[in-house]
C-alpha cells in the first residue's frame, strides 16, 4: 500500500473515531457510509481518472477490515443514555 493510501484509510478512520468521541449520530453515520463507498465502489476514487484511479488490492482489503471494525461503532439513539 501506498503512503497516500494508507493516508487515506487513516483518514476514514480518524473521521470515524472523531464522530464518534463527539458522540454525533449524523457524522458517524455519514463517515461510515464514506467508507463503504470507498471500500465497495472502488470506481469512485475522488481527484482520478480512468483505470489509474483503480485503487491497489492492499486499500481495497484495509478499506473492507475498517468496514467490518466500525459495524461495531454504535450511539444510542436518545442523548440522554
Do not use: I, Y
Not at 487515506?8 to 457524522?27: C, I, N
Amino acid at each position: 500500500m501506498t503512503a497516500a493510501e494508507a493516508a487515506r484509510v487513516q483518514r476514514h478512520r480518524d473521521q470515524l473515531m472523531s464522530a464518534l468521541r463527539a458522540r454525533d449520530r449524523v457524522a458517524l453515520v455519514s463517515a461510515k457510509q464514506q467508507v463503504l463507498e470507498a471500500a465497495f465502489c472502488p470506481h469512485e476514487v475522488p481527484g482520478t481518472a480512468g483505470a489509474a484511479a483503480a485503487p491497489s488490492p492492499a486499500l481495497r482489503r484495509a478499506l473492507r477490515d475498517l468496514s467490518w471494525r466500525m459495524a461495531a461503532l454504535l450511539l444510542p439513539r436518545s442523548p440522554g443514555c
